[in-house]
């Protein structure tokens, strides 16, 4: 198996979370994924995000996807 390359995508969705007053955990139900998987993208631990989660997460907190993700180098 390769080994991973470092990305440089960070993601901001707690400074997104704290603008519009709303905790992890009602995201979580608002978009039904688990708190877990949510938590490893906020702290910079998910390999992959899928649209559609991506969707709703946009749709709940009403954003866009450039407002959760920049490219730190």
Known sequence: MPVEE???IV???DS??????M???ELARRVDVTLANLSKLK??????VRFSTLTAICREL???PGDLFKVQE
């Open 23 to 25: 905790t992890l955990t």
């Open 6 to 8: 470092p990305h440089h």
């Open 43 to 48: 702290n910079n631990r998910a390999k992959a």
């Open 11 to 13: 993601c901001q969705l």
């Open 62 to 64: 009403q954003c866009q």
């Open 16 to 21: 997104v979370l704290e603008a519009r007053g």
